[in-house]
């Protein structure tokens, strides 16, 4: 086939949300790289009503799953889909997120922070908000431990603001407390702390809440701040672009889909906290989490605290059932983990920057800690 010079690609993607906005910066990445493309698009919301485009000439699509996405598919062209409303369109490539390690993510912040009672809220009619249920659920029960959804009665259509307010707030004061709960994305997070507002309930003391994509306006927007779980979104869209540009030129692809995975949480105020009572072990946290690119001594810990070594690890153990060298290691692998994610610095140089000796002892605690290599976990998490 004839090579196709700078192909013309619609992008129906919204820039309203923080989503829209990285699948987009990976997307033009790509086209810097490989293109240049030619665009169209316009800024907006998911339902944005589109001129008609049949005359442009357009080589493919990139689009998410709305209501008018049905007239766009007909122009056959290469289609790929982010999926939103429905769980996908047969036939066509599509983007999601994975909703397993989502899920996993969020119960694993909730239970190393000690929390007991959970709960889940998300959008019962959407798929991707009941996979990043069911992966939470599931997380937390092999935890020994139970988790709370809400499940409102009725269509959603129906309920009017005030009355899906009325409806979090019974829920969430029929939750024992302290409870960590995680929200479907960051828009169902902040409602959630606005509604604890209203009735009176203290984020993250009685209430401590999650959300996911990682919206930095959306988060700050919250009162307290929302945590959220960070997804690589920017990638999605490289991936994505790479996709159209070899279905452009009617390559023969296997796997048609995209997974969008999440590369850290981005702790706020709404989780800042440990549902422990001991405040010492709090504290003794803290000390860890805020000095984790450094090495740390348990010696070191026990002076923060003002505790001998003897009453902060037996202490450490009966509050959160590890040792204080456990904490050590997790928050130094996870400094670890997040730059592997959000840098392009090779083991050897993230070994340095964190004072480790060598690349073989990260490479042996990481494993351990995360269950991959750190190159295995870079090319699933990191940068493009």
């Known amino acids: 086939m004839e090579k ?12 309203s949300r923080a989503y829209g906005r990285a699948l987009l910066r990976g997307i033009t990445k790509y086209s810097r790289l490989h293109g240049p493309w030619v665009f169209y698009s316009e800024p907006g919301g998911l339902e944005k009503a589109m001129p008609h485009l049949e005359g442009w000439g357009a080589n493919g699509i990139i689009m998410r799953d709305s209501l008018k996405g049905e007239k766009v598919i ?16 047969s036939g066509f490539p599509f983007i999601d997120t994975d909703g ?13 922070r000690g929390f007991r009672y959970l709960g889940f809220c998300g959008y019962n ?14 997380k937390i029960a092999e935890a020994g431990f139970d988790t709370n959804i809400y499940k409102p009665k009725g269509a959603k259509r129906r309920r009017s603001v005030e009355k899906e307010q009325l409806l979090m707030a019974e829920w969430l004061k029929s939750l024992p407390k302290p409870v960590g709960v995680m929200a479907a994305n960051d828009d169902r997070g902040r409602q959630l ?30 009162d307290p701040p929302l945590s959220s779980v960070a997804l690589n979104v920017e990638r999605g869209g490289y991936e994505a672009a790479e996709l159209l540009d070899r279905l452009m030129k009617d390559e023969k692809m296997r796997n048609q889909s995209i997974i969008i995975p999440p590369t ?5 105020q709404s989780t800042d906290i440990l549902a422990i009572e001991d405040k010492d072990i709090i504290n003794a946290v803290r000390f860890i989490n805020e000095n984790a690119r450094h090495p740390i001594r348990v010696g070191e810990v026990a002076d923060a605290v003002a505790l001998s ?38 083991v050897s140089e993230i070994a340095f920057t964190l004072g480790y000796s060598g690349v073989e002892k990260i490479s042996r605690y990481f494993r351990r800690e995360m269950g991959m290599t750190p190159v295995a976990y870079r090319k699933y998490y990191g940068l493009k």
């Open 100 to 112: 397993v390690k989502i899920g996993e993510m969020a119960a694993e912040h909730f239970l190393d």
């Open 309 to 346: 070594r003897r009453a902060l690890q037996q202490r450490f153990r009966k509050s959160l059932n590890r040792t204080v060298h456990d904490e050590i290691r997790r928050a130094r692998m996870k400094q670890v983990a997040r730059m592997l994610a959000e840098t392009n610095l090779s």
């Open 4 to 15: 196709i010079s700078k192909p013309k690609v619609i992008l129906l993607i919204e820039t």
């Open 264 to 268: 850290h949480i981005e702790v706020r």
């Open 74 to 89: 007909k122009m056959r062209v290469p289609v790929i889909v982010t999926v939103h409303l429905k769980e996908q369109i």
């Open 193 to 222: 702390t606005e509604v604890c507002k209203i009735v009176g309930l203290r984020v993250p003391e009685e209430v401590a809440i999650i959300g996911v994509d990682n919206d930095d306006l959306v988060c700050e927007l919250s």
């Open 125 to 138: 009619e959407l798929h991707w908000s009941r996979a990043r249920c069911q992966n939470f659920v599931s």
